[in-house]
């Protein structure tokens, strides 16, 4: 699926790869807090700097796009659902590491560990699909990887939840649990969101459509 294939606006694809950075980056620090919860629950406060990051690089990529005064590989539509899509894997990964502290959760649940490591894989290959979306490479093998991932993410959700009802724990510590399985799948399902858009967008750039 290689994209482009003629010169676009550098700044603008600079943005979107910056994005995909932040993405990725705000994955990789709710790995390492949930991983050592409550021990690295300090490291949650880097999660709020990527937060307002990335609604920097939201603002900065709507408002190049609507200038009109550049030229973009696709449409200002198209434009505005990647940015923020992007911008929704961050602020589902903050609102899960905020989660963690007004719940006063003790420990991590493994099923947490195992979809978190799902939310990193897809960061990164978002990380990568950006890259290629800038370079003008193959983004086929990026967007699969992150369809597959969406695929196990929903799996080990519906693992994790079920868990939980069939435990026998405390009410209150399923109710805690389960919006945090909630608020990592929807992290997960924003990381899909972005292949979608990128998709729809190679199939319009098609030639002879």
């Excluded at 690089?57 to 659902?81: E, M, N, Q």
């Excluded at 719940?103 to 978002?126: F, N, W």
Aim: aromatic share 4%.
């Amino acid at each position: 699926m290689p994209f482009l294939r003629r010169a676009h606006d550098p700044e603008l694809l600079a943005l979107f790869e910056e994005s995909g950075r932040n993405v990725q980056r705000a994955t990789m620090i709710l790995r390492e807090v949930m991983t050592d919860y409550p021990e690295k629950a300090d490291l949650a406060r880097d999660l709020v700097i990527c937060e307002h990051e990335g609604d920097r690089i939201t603002h900065d990529i709507i408002h190049r796009l609507g200038s009109g005064r550049v030229r973009a590989p696709f449409g200002f539509a198209d434009g505005y659902a990647l940015a923020t899509a992007l911008d929704d894997v961050v602020d589902d990964a903050e609102q899960t590491g905020d989660m963690l502290g007004i719940y006063g959760v003790e420990a991590p649940m493994e099923q947490a560990l195992q979809m978190c490591d799902v939310l990193v894989g897809s960061g990164e290959q978002v990380a990568s699909a950006l890259r290629g979306l800038r370079t003008g490479s193959d983004l086929g093998p990026a967007l699969v990887e992150i369809h597959r991932l969406e695929n196990e993410g929903d799996r080990l959700s519906r693992e994790a939840v079920a868990s939980l009802f069939a435990s026998g724990i405390d009410p209150m510590v399923v109710i805690r649990w389960k919006d945090i399985f909630a608020s990592l799948e929807a992290s997960i399902d924003a990381c899909e969101r972005v292949a979608h858009v990128l998709e729809g967008i190679a199939l319009r750039r098609r030639p002879g459509r």
